[in-house]
C-alpha cells in the first residue's frame, strides 16, 4: 500500500488561523453555557433514580402535558402524505404560508398584514441571525435589553456590530428603562430590541409602556425588534399587545415562531414580519436586504411550510387554553416553592413565556463563589439544571424555567431548597 495518496513533501505551516470572536461567543450562548453546567452530572443509575431535572432551557416539548396540539401533526403528515411539498421552497417562503401567518398576527392589529410583510425562517433562531445581519455595518450600534436573551448580541458582534444594553426595571415588571435607552442611543443605533412576553424575565408589557417605547424609538429614529416568540403565552392579569399595533408611529420588525405557542421547537419553522404601514421599510431597502439575505441562507423544511395553513386554521382554542391551564399551575408551583428559599427572592411572579428571574443572596451562603458555581455546584449534587445569570448578563441572579411537568418542577424546586439549606451559613 502505498503512503497515503500523493503525500507531496513535508505539510506548509496551515493558514488558518482561529476566529477568536467565534470562540469567544460561547460565553453568550445559553447552550455552551448549560453545556458547561452540565458538565459535571454524572447521572444515577438503575430503578428509582434520581433524574436530572430540567429547569435551564425552556424546551417543555418532552413532558407529555405539553404534547402539541393533535391538529398540528395532523396538517404536517397530510402534507407529508399528499407528495406536494418535497421541492425547494421559494426564499421568502411559500405564499400559502405567508399568507397564513399574515392573517394569523393581524387579527391582533389595527391594520392588515399582506403575504408580502412575512418572511419565512429557520425557527425564530435564524429570524434574529438574518436581522442582525440586515442591520449590522461598520460603525452600527444596536440596543439590548438588561438581562436579556444573548443570542442578539453573539449574532450582533459576529457581525461587526456593537450592543449596547439598557436596563430592565426589577420593581416595575421589568419595563423599560427609558432614560437608560435614551442616553445610549446615537446616530449609529439602528434598532432596538424587545422581547415580550419575556425571556428571561416573564414579564408581560402594557399597551401604555409599548406606547412610550414607540414614542421614544421614533424620536430618536431607530427601528424596533419585537421578539414575540411567546407571543399569546401569558397566564397574568395582562393581555399580550403585539409590538406592531403601533407600526404607524415606529416601523416595527416583528420575529415569531411555532416553537413555543404549539410547543414544537424542533419544526424550525419561525418568521420575520415588517410591521409598518407608512412603508419606511421599503424605502430604507431593509426590505431589499431581507430578501438578498434569504437568497444567500437556507430555508425552513418544505413540508412544515405547507403545513401552516393547517395548522393555523385548524388548531382548538382549547390546545391553547390547556397549555396556559398548565403554566398557570405551574407558576403558582413556582412561585410558592421559591417563597420558601430564604437565599433566594423573586421580584415579581411572571405573567408571561416560561421563565422567572431570581436573585442570588450570596452572603447567606458559605462557599458559593457566585452564579456560575452556584448552578455548577447545583447540578452535580442535585441533578438540577438551572441557568446562571451570567448567560443573560445578570451575574448572581438565576433563571429558572417552570415549564415542565408539575411533579418534576415540584422535585426539583425541594431539591434546590434542600441545596440551599445545606450551603447555607446559618445551620438550622
Ligand atoms: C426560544 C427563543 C427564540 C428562538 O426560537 P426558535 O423558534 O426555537 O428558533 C428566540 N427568542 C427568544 C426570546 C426565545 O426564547
Not at 10 to 16: D, G, I, Y
Not at 29 to 37: T, Y
Not at 71 to 99: F, I, K, M, Q, W
Not at 224 to 236: Q, S
Request: include cysteine; charged fraction near 20%.
Amino acid at each position: 500500500m502505498e503512503n497515503g495518496a500523493g503525500s507531496g513533501g513535508p505539510a506548509a505551516a496551515w493558514n488558518f488561523v482561529p476566529n477568536d470572536t467565534l470562540l469567544g461567543l460561547t460565553a453568550l450562548s445559553v447552550r455552551g453555557v448549560l453545556g458547561m453546567v452540565k458538565a459535571g452530572i454524572v447521572e444515577d443509575e438503575g430503578a428509582g433514580a434520581r433524574r436530572v431535572v430540567p429547569l435551564g432551557h425552556g424546551d417543555p416539548s418532552a413532558f407529555p402535558c405539553f404534547r402539541t396540539a393533535p391538529e398540528a401533526v395532523d396538517a404536517v403528515a397530510g402534507v407529508l402524505r399528499s407528495g406536494e411539498h418535497n421541492s425547494y421552497a421559494s426564499c421568502v417562503g411559500l405564499e400559502p404560508a405567508r399568507r397564513s401567518i399574515a392573517q394569523y398576527l393581524s387579527r391582533d392589529l389595527p391594520y392588515e398584514l399582506s403575504a408580502n410583510d412575512v418572511y419565512l425562517t429557520s425557527g425564530c433562531t435564524q429570524a434574529i441571525e438574518i436581522i442582525c445581519s440586515v442591520l449590522a455595518r461598520p460603525g452600527a450600534n444596536i440596543l439590548l435589553p438588561r438581562p436579556g436573551y444573548m443570542f442578539y448580541e453573539a449574532r450582533s458582534v459576529f457581525n461587526g456590530m456593537e450592543a449596547r444594553y439598557f436596563n430592565l426595571l426589577p420593581d416595575k415588571g421589568w419595563e423599560v428603562d427609558l432614560d437608560d435607552l435614551q442616553a445610549l442611543a446615537d446616530k449609529n443605533t439602528v434598532a432596538m430590541v424587545i422581547v415580550n412576553p419575556g425571556n428571561p424575565c416573564g414579564n408581560v408589557y402594557t399597551y401604555e409602556h409599548l406606547a412610550k417605547i414607540a414614542e421614544t424609538t421614533r424620536k430618536l429614529g431607530i427601528f424596533v425588534i419585537a421578539d414575540e416568540v411567546y407571543a399569546h403565552l401569558t397566564f397574568g392579569e395582562k393581555k399580550f399587545v403585539p409590538m406592531g399595533v403601533f407600526g404607524s408611529v415606529v416601523p416595527v420588525l416583528t420575529l415569531g415562531s411555532i416553537s413555543k405557542r404549539w410547543v414544537v421547537p424542533g419544526w424550525r419553522l419561525g418568521w420575520i414580519v415588517t410591521n409598518d404601514p407608512n412603508g419606511v421599510f421599503q424605502r430604507m431597502k431593509v426590505v431589499d436586504s431581507i430578501k438578498s439575505y434569504l437568497d444567500i441562507s437556507s430555508d425552513p423544511t418544505t413540508f412544515v411550510q405547507g403545513a401552516i395553513p393547517q395548522l393555523i386554521e385548524n388548531t382548538k382554542e382549547e390546545f391553547f387554553d390547556k397549555t396556559i391551564e398548565i403554566l398557570r399551575e405551574t407558576v403558582d408551583i413556582c412561585w410558592e416553592k421559591l417563597k420558601g428559599i430564604s437565599c433566594i427572592t423573586c421580584p415579581s411572579k411572571p405573567e408571561g413565556s416560561m421563565f422567572v428571574m431570581v436573585k442570588l443572596d450570596l452572603s447567606c451562603l458559605q462557599d458559593i463563589k457566585d452564579d456560575m458555581d452556584f448552578c455548577c455546584r447545583l447540578a452535580k449534587e442535585e441533578l438540577v439544571v438551572v441557568l446562571p445569570g451570567c448567560a443573560v448578563g445578570y451575574k448572581n441572579w438565576l433563571r429558572i424555567t417552570f415549564a415542565i411537568g408539575p411533579s418534576s418542577l415540584e422535585d426539583g424546586l425541594d431539591r434546590l431548597k434542600s441545596f440551599c439549606l445545606r450551603h447555607s451559613k446559618s445551620q438550622k
